[in-house]
């Protein structure tokens, strides 16, 4: 690849990340300010963000980092975390990506990458356009980590507001997906499937919503199958029938 292909890949994610980056990075600054706080060595903060890379899981494994747990519920709580990545790969363009930046394109998988990838906006993104843009998202994340954690010290251990900046990053993700997509029966089964959660469960109810709204688009899927096989079937009632081939009338022989 060209470096004008290069630079226009680079440029293209850098347009596509530049409001994903101001979450990620005050996201990042708490997530150093806590390790600091926690009693680490700032360059922790670094190792996490940039090794573990998993958002959610970071805050949680500093808790149990700290209450000293065993690595088998460690590991038991970060497949219970991330499990739903599995799910993301099915519909990722990792074909889009060479052999070589496949193993990078998985292990930054992260919400934001499948984000801002669904919908098929991303089928005509090069593979390069792919990997810097998961690149650029992981930096704006390790780089506010790791300004977070030097800057530990001076900083307050809680930093009221910067946890409602993920919840505004995935409204304007889901704006946009509403923009390019529009289908109103799925953000209405999202907000069903929240509600009766927290109804049933309301101790817990990202869960059971998760669990509901999953299921829920895979009957709406099982349900469009089943709509358009009948479509495609015509009854035997409708159909016409075709007249048999008249058998050919023998010629006379010339007398």
């Not at 790969?89 to 669904?118: C, H, I, K, N, W």
């Not at 159909?239 to 007398?255: D, F, G, I, N, T």
């Amino acid at each position: 690849m060209n470096d004008a292909r290069v630079r226009g890949a680079f440029a293209a994610a850098a347009g596509d990340t530049a409001s994903v980056g101001l979450s990620l990075f005050p996201l990042g600054v708490s997530l150093g300010v806590l390790v600091v706080h926690t009693g680490l060595d700032w360059w922790w903060a670094t190792v996490f963000a940039a090794v573990v890379y998993a958002g959610s899981l970071e805050f949680l494994l500093l808790g149990l980092v700290a209450a000293a747990t065993p690595l088998g519920q460690i590991a038991v709580t970060a497949l219970l975390v991330n499990f739903r990545h599995l799910f993301y790969a099915l519909s990722f363009p990792l074909r889009q990506v060479r052999p070589l930046g496949r193993a990078y394109a998985t292990f930054a998988l992260t919400d934001e990458a499948y984000a801002m990838t669904a919908g098929g906006r991303a089928r005509g993104w090069s593979g390069a356009r792919i990997l810097w843009m998961q690149a650029l998202c992981q930096l704006y994340w390790v780089a506010g980590a790791t300004l977070g954690a030097l800057a530990g010290g001076l900083v307050p251990a809680a930093l009221h507001g910067l946890e409602f900046a993920l919840t505004a990053l995935f409204v304007v993700l889901t704006l946009d997906a509403w923009r390019a997509r529009r289908d109103p029966p799925v953000p209405l089964l999202a907000a069903a499937s929240f509600a009766v959660a927290a109804a049933l469960t309301p101790g817990t109810p990202l869960l059971t919503a998760m669990g509901l709204f999953t299921a829920g688009l895979l009957a709406r899927h099982a349900l469009a199958r089943r709509k358009a096989a009948r479509l495609l079937v015509v009854p035997e009632a409708l159909a016409v029938p075709v007249p048999a081939a008249a058998a050919p009338v023998p010629e006379r022989c010339a007398s």
